[in-house]
């Protein structure tokens, strides 16, 4: 009666670890935007194919609007193996590594063309980087061109004197000192807020931006179209984590972040196009800068760029002469 016992128990044992084995991995997938955005969508369609195509070997669970982590927490997060895998706002990342900011250098890149062949000339070092700090690189998508927004119209270079702005790194804080506005770090999903209480009257972000946050309701009237440079967000996973996958499923993972990433260009290109038209049918006046602003905009985009280049010493001139 023992020995059968004994053998049933083992058998219970057996079934069980196989039931395991077959349930596969999980990833909890880090998401700073709110779901509607393209960005999450499109990141929501990369999960849903992978947890499909693995044959249960991984299901990614995607947690949009910063649910799981918000958007300064997940790089950390994902880093130290508290989610598996994230996405996050490249160039808020640059004191990890000043290679994350190349793509927010002010006009040195100034449409996709340019934008794809600086993500081409960077990509290298920056996944050499990221594989240093255990995080393997997945895919990378640009916002659409970055626009300036403001309460009220900018018609010189003096009206940019004191204006409070939002800014959200250490390039748009060097912006605002070179401009002469008034910086205030703010977080994207804080913007409404922080335009309707008027701790902020002024921001460059992409017209995709202020779309989603409607930001014509805290009376945001303005946005000039001066397509300043195209921030990308990346998708990584933490190295342990994707050392537990088999070699077919990193092989999928990797094929599916591929195709993310051509149609994640393709939603910007269009969200690029069709949302400045939205901008405009909710009443804000949309258009360009005047020359003068424009030439003082381009100063302080060599400015920065010149600066940047010494901050990231020979790897980041190695980018540059690349580009």
Excluded: C
């Amino acid at each position: 009666m023992k020995l059968f016992k004994n053998i049933f128990l083992t058998f219970v044992a057996l079934l069980f670890s196989a039931g395991l084995a077959n349930a596969g991995e999980k990833w909890d997938m880090a998401l700073a935007y709110g779901a509607g955005n393209f960005h999450s969508a499109n990141a929501t369609e990369f999960a849903k194919n992978v947890t499909e195509k693995s044959g249960g070997k991984l299901t990614i669970v995607t947690h949009p609007g910063g649910s799981l982590f918000k958007g300064g927490e997940i790089f950390r997060a994902v880093r130290t193996g508290q989610a598996p895998i994230g996405e996050r706002f490249m160039s808020a990342l640059g004191k990890e590594d000043p290679l994350l900011e190349v793509d927010s250098q002010p006009f040195l890149a100034t449409n996709y063309g340019a934008a794809m062949r600086l993500y081409k000339a960077s990509k290298p070092e920056i996944v050499k980087g990221l594989d240093s700090k255990g995080l393997v690189f997945l895919y990378a998508v640009p916002w659409p061109a970055q626009g300036l927004y403001s309460k009220k119209a900018i018609n010189s270079v003096a009206d940019l004197k004191g204006l409070k702005f939002r800014a959200y790194n250490s390039a748009t804080i060097r912006i605002a000192e070179l401009t002469g506005m008034a910086p205030t770090k703010i977080e994207a999903a804080e913007i409404s807020q922080a335009f309707s209480t008027g701790a902020v009257e002024s921001m460059i972000t992409s017209p995709t931006t202020g779309k989603n946050k409607k930001i014509w309701e805290n009376g945001v009237g303005y946005f000039y179209d001066i397509a300043a440079w195209f921030p990308k967000n990346m998708v990584i996973v933490n190295k342990d984590a994707w050392n537990k996958l088999d070699g077919a499923t990193q092989k999928l993972l990797k094929s599916e972040a591929a195709k993310a990433e051509k149609k994640g260009w393709a939603l910007s290109k269009k969200g690029n196009r069709d949302d400045k038209k939205a901008l405009a049918n909710a009443g804000m006046k949309v258009g360009k800068v005047n020359s003068a602003l424009k030439k003082h905009f381009e100063g302080v985009g060599a400015t920065m760029s010149k600066e940047w280049a010494d901050r990231a010493g020979s790897r980041g001139q190695a980018v540059l002469a690349a580009y």
